[in-house]
């Protein structure tokens, strides 16, 4: 016989822990009860068989408080009861998509609206399964594909390859910056300029948390560009607009701009790149279906890469 107390542990009711978790966020067992359409003393009751099962006060409701508060029970119960939930839904979540064999793809809306037809062909009846999972910022798409979140991604990035053991990494294609004016812009008339010729204008980037902001900023600092010439824009519209009604230079990619475009494109001497590639998570678990989706696509990828890379060749 073990020598460990035969107690069983408190079977405390799912439920009971919702209510918890909400009470103990608003600390108002009327706003708890409003926001779940039950009655106050359900709220009550519930909090009351915690409380029993654990053996412990979990709210502090003296009249002598200003407002009522977690006890330190109350707090571990919190902490536990967000993570247990957290990870209720997850299943949850993986669950239904097992079952409903949901396939996952990361995407950058300026570069995905360019490439993903391509990546995308025979999808077939599969495109009912798809989920796109868009992401403005190719870093916080990169750190997805890392943590497991998204099994596979294209995005932009500013060194050629990755040195990450995680990160399966397939080129589809390479970019210079170019900077873009307006058509009454002085420099309108220009087919290529190098820094110096530019030291004093004013420019226009993405803010920062883009891969374009990072590229550019190393740039200003090679061509010491004073950072009293540098204002931002958070989208990339915004920053188009702006360059098209200013005299300010926007800095950018071919791939933000888009195929059609009021901007002149004026080319520059000696230009930072802009990469693009298909980044897969070596060590994620996929399910079959997740696993033919990824194996499709890299497929695709790698009989698009030549196409690609030819039609960025210097004409």
């Given at each position: 016989m073990n020598n460990y107390s035969q107690r069983s542990a408190p079977l405390m009711n799912l439920q009971d822990l919702t209510y918890f978790k909400y009470l103990a966020e608003s600390l108002s067992f009327t706003a708890t009860a409003e926001y779940f359409y039950v009655s106050q003393p359900s709220i009550s009751m519930a909090l009351k068989r915690l409380e029993d099962e654990l053996e412990a006060k979990l709210l502090?409701?003296?009249?002598?408080?200003?407002?009522?508060?977690l006890t330190p029970a109350g707090e571990v119960l919190y902490k536990g009861t967000t993570e247990v939930l957290n990870i209720l839904e997850t299943?949850?979540?993986?669950?239904?998509?097992?079952?409903?064999?949901t396939?996952?793809?990361?995407?950058?809306?300026?570069?995905g609206s360019r490439f993903l037809p391509e990546l995308l062909e025979g999808v077939g009846d599969k495109a009912k399964s798809l989920r796109l999972i868009e992401e403005e910022s190719s870093d916080a798409m990169y750190k997805m594909v890392q943590e497991e979140k998204v099994p596979l991604a294209i995005i932009g990035h500013d060194t050629e390859f990755f040195n990450d053991p995680v990160i399966d990494q397939i080129p589809i294609t390479v970019h210079d910056f170019s900077l873009w004016v307006s058509p009454t812009h002085p420099l309108a008339g220009r087919e290529e300029v190098c820094a110096e010729e530019v030291l004093n204008s004013v420019f226009i980037s993405l803010s920062e948390g883009y891969t374009h902001r990072r590229i550019f900023e190393q740039w200003t600092r090679e061509n010491k560009i004073p950072e009293t010439n540098i204002i931002s824009a958070k989208e990339i519209k915004t920053l188009q607009t702006i360059a098209q009604s200013t005299d300010f230079i926007a800095f950018m990619s071919e791939i933000l701009v888009g195929p059609v475009t009021p901007l002149v494109k004026v080319r520059l001497k000696n230009a930072p790149k802009f990469y693009i590639s298909l980044i897969i998570n070596n060590q994620r678990e996929n399910s079959l279906a997740q696993q033919e989706f990824n194996d499709h696509v890299i497929e695709l990828t790698r009989e698009k890469l030549t196409d690609h890379q030819m039609l960025n060749q210097p004409k």
């Open positions: 502090d409701r003296r009249k002598s408080l200003r407002r009522m508060r299943t949850q979540l993986n669950i239904k998509d097992a079952r409903l064999e396939l996952y793809y990361g995407y950058l809306p300026t570069i």
